[in-house]
């Protein structure tokens, strides 16, 4: 179980941070991606941290804005979001998988719930 916490409402230009906690799952031992899905619009991978040396990789949209990153002895990941724009207006969500980072959601086989963010011009 993931449970995803964090989201709300922020001025463009401002910072969220995501937060990720595991139950029943060690997130040490898998690769954590967080993806994101805007109204009528397809679910969109933004990060996500490996197993394997813990490296990170990023969305184009949100390089060099977002950083991911993972806390073993809390089992959580976060995601922090600076300079904040109306298209990362979103569902976000936090999913584990095994193996390295994908793209694809059906590489990832445990989801979070979603929390909302919402970024006003």
């Known amino acids: 179980q993931l449970q995803a916490s964090g989201g709300g409402l922020v001025q463009a230009g401002g910072s969220l941070r995501l937060s990720c906690v595991a139950s029943?799952?060690?997130?040490?031992?898998?690769?954590m991606g967080w993806f994101r899905q805007a109204p009528g619009k397809e679910r969109e991978w933004v990060s996500c941290?490996?197993?394997?040396?813990?490296?990170?990789s990023y969305g184009d949209s949100v390089k060099g804005r977002f950083t991911v990153s993972k806390d073993n002895a809390q089992n959580a990941v976060y995601l922090q979001m600076n300079n904040l724009k109306s298209d990362d207006t979103a569902v976000y969500y936090c999913?584990?998988?095994?193996?390295?980072?994908?793209?694809?959601?059906?590489?990832?086989?445990?989801w979070g719930q979603g929390t909302l963010v919402t970024v006003s011009s």
């Open positions: 941290t490996s197993s394997v040396h813990g490296s990170t």
């Open positions: 029943g799952r060690t997130v040490s031992r898998y690769a």
């Open positions: 999913a584990a998988g095994s193996g390295s980072c994908s793209v694809w959601p059906d590489r990832y086989r445990y």
